[in-house]
């Protein structure tokens, strides 16, 4: 992180997905919950999203979360990683 920065190391995560078919879940643990949260949000044919320790906003990357593709976030009661990402996830997982 310190040497690519976060913009670079989250688009090296979504350029990673090129080679892979479209109807996938994306799953992400923390930093890598940037790349899975976009490309289920802006990847067409997307299954599902499976985040594990973190969570953006969902107009991060549009208005609204798409229809038809599952979403979870996982973490523990009080996560430490999840703390200042916790109301974007359960207005996400409400939504």
């Known amino acids: 992180m310190e040497q ?3 913009g670079e190391a ?24 940037t790349a899975a949260q976009q490309l289920a949000r802006t ?3 997307a299954r599902g999203a499976l985040l594990v320790h973190a ?3 969902v107009s991060e990357f549009g208005a609204a979360w ?6 979870q976030v996982h973490a523990m009661e009080d ?3 999840l703390t200042e990402d ?4 359960r ?3 409400a939504g």
């Open 4 to 6: 690519v920065g976060f």
């Open 10 to 33: 989250a688009a090296r995560g979504v350029r990673a997905a090129d080679a892979l078919p479209r109807d996938v879940v994306y799953a992400g643990f923390s930093l890598g919950v």
């Open 43 to 45: 990847r067409g044919g």
């Open 55 to 57: 969570c953006l906003p």
């Open 66 to 71: 798409p229809d038809g593709v599952a979403v």
């Open 79 to 81: 996560d430490p990683f």
């Open 86 to 89: 916790a109301d974007a996830a």
């Open 91 to 93: 207005a996400l997982v």
